[in-house]
């Protein structure tokens, strides 16, 4: 698994000091992902570099840079560290209480009133709470990222940054929630017997085939929009390359033969996109034999993993499996779409050289593209669902928001999100 280590450098301060660092770094393979000056004073400049290493990459670079004439290895940064430190969110008062009037106001005895009006008129509870923008993040921590069943504690992090992205790109307040269970039937109650405290539900990092089951039975007791990320989200943002893939090499999804490798949450949620977006061949593979049934169910064909290469214009793998594609099984002209993280099944840079018309990880192409604004559109149209053609329209409009020279939009573009999230709200409002 490739971690980031960010080494914190001493350089003097002249020509070619940073240069003769880079080269040692270059001649160890690795490539600099992030490159920052820190301080510079008394001749010497400090630099945070960030590299990506496989674990067992060998750490002899830091003695390599430390023999440098010009350069002296400091250690290394607990940055990543750091910007968890004491936890990613917090809940903020948006009145400010400065005065004893105030404060009965917002609380007793004040909230008495708006308590009961809520009481006499439920839709009430739209204007004077927050519910109607609020998004549960539920896990049980069985499919964290690439690490897989890790537990709900442990995915916290990643809870935490889910509802930190739904702040900052969506404006919309998000809940962390973990539940210690394996059982689908418990975890459907539970979520049940909270969900009025929320706007929508969003389901993460439950691993399959109990998400399926979960989903669907959430989508059929609750009357807010239910969405499981790990399916939709990277369906949406993986349809919107795809489509703009299409255009660069010049042909159409319909007709075209469509590779999925892995078949899992992602893979089936990618699957069921495709055959709503047209008539494409889909073909899948998965070690699992219920996976390939569920593919089957949706229209697509089970085949082995070399033939899928063989025969498939585009390819998309979320497998989780680190270099699971082979450099010899890439064909010329082909577009693929690595996107398991932290590791991808074939560097794009490998694909490429085999000649790959174009290739991605899931570094690009990656769902916090997707769910903020499908959210954020749905919540504002009062949707009591997600369907299909909400998910087609978000991936179209992220399709045509990409720049010329790219497969989808920059994600820390709000202007990105807002389009989505009125394409999805547009469409909801217009079905009525």
Request: glycine share 8%.
């Amino acid at each position: 698994m490739k971690i980031p280590e960010i080494l914190v450098i001493e350089s003097v301060q002249k020509a070619g000091s940073l240069v003769s660092i880079l080269q040692v770094i270059a001649d160890d393979g690795l490539v600099v992902e992030h490159l920052q000056s820190l301080r510079r004073e008394q001749g010497k400049t400090v630099w945070e570099i960030t590299l990506e290493m496989d674990e067992e990459t060998d750490r002899s670079l830091f003695q390599k840079i430390d023999a440098l004439p010009n350069a002296r290895f400091l250690g290394k940064s607990d940055r990543v560290f750091d910007r968890h430190l004491g936890g990613k969110i917090e809940t903020r008062s948006r009145v400010r209480i400065s005065s004893l009037q105030i404060l009965r106001d917002i609380y007793t005895p004040g909230v008495a009133r708006v308590c009961l009006a809520i009481q006499d008129d439920p839709e009430k509870a739209r204007l004077y709470t927050n519910i109607h923008k609020t998004v549960a993040v539920v896990t049980n921590g069985t499919a964290i990222l690439g690490l897989g069943d890790i537990g709900p504690v442990a995915g916290m992090p990643v809870m935490e940054g889910k509802a930190a992205l739904f702040a900052e790109l969506a404006g919309l307040s998000a809940v962390p929630i973990l539940l210690d269970s394996k059982d689908p039937q418990k975890i459907v109650d539970t979520i049940e017997a909270i969900a009025q405290s929320f706007g929508a539900i969003q389901l993460e990092d439950i691993k399959a085939p109990e998400c399926f089951e979960i989903e669907q039975q959430l989508k059929k007791r609750l009357d807010i929009p239910v969405l499981h990320d790990d399916q939709h989200g990277t369906a949406v943002v993986a349809l919107a390359a795809l489509i703009n893939a299409a255009k660069r090499v010049g042909k159409t999804l319909p007709g075209a033969v469509i590779g999925q490798i892995g078949l899992g949450a992602a893979g089936i949620g990618i699957v069921s996109l495709l055959k709503a977006q047209g008539s494409c061949e889909v073909l899948g593979t998965d070690l699992k034999a219920d996976a390939r049934q569920r593919l089957e169910k949706l229209g697509g064909k089970a085949v082995a993993i070399e033939e899928l290469m063989a025969r498939a214009d585009f390819v998309i793998a979320t497998s989780g499996v680190k270099n699971l594609i082979k450099p010899e099984w890439v064909r010329d002209g082909q577009v693929i779409l690595a996107l398991s993280n932290p590791d991808p099944e074939i560097e794009p840079t490998i694909a490429l050289e085999q000649g790959a018309a174009f290739a991605a990880d899931g570094k690009g192409i990656n769902n916090v593209l997707g769910f903020p604004g499908l959210f954020k559109g749905a919540l504002a149209a009062r949707a009591r669902s997600f369907t299909r053609e909400m998910l087609l329209v978000a991936a179209h409009t992220l399709a045509e928001l990409a720049g010329p020279d790219d497969l989808v939009p920059d994600a820390l573009d709000i202007d990105v999100h807002d389009k989505v999230a009125e394409a999805v709200a547009e469409l909801v409002r217009g079905s009525r």
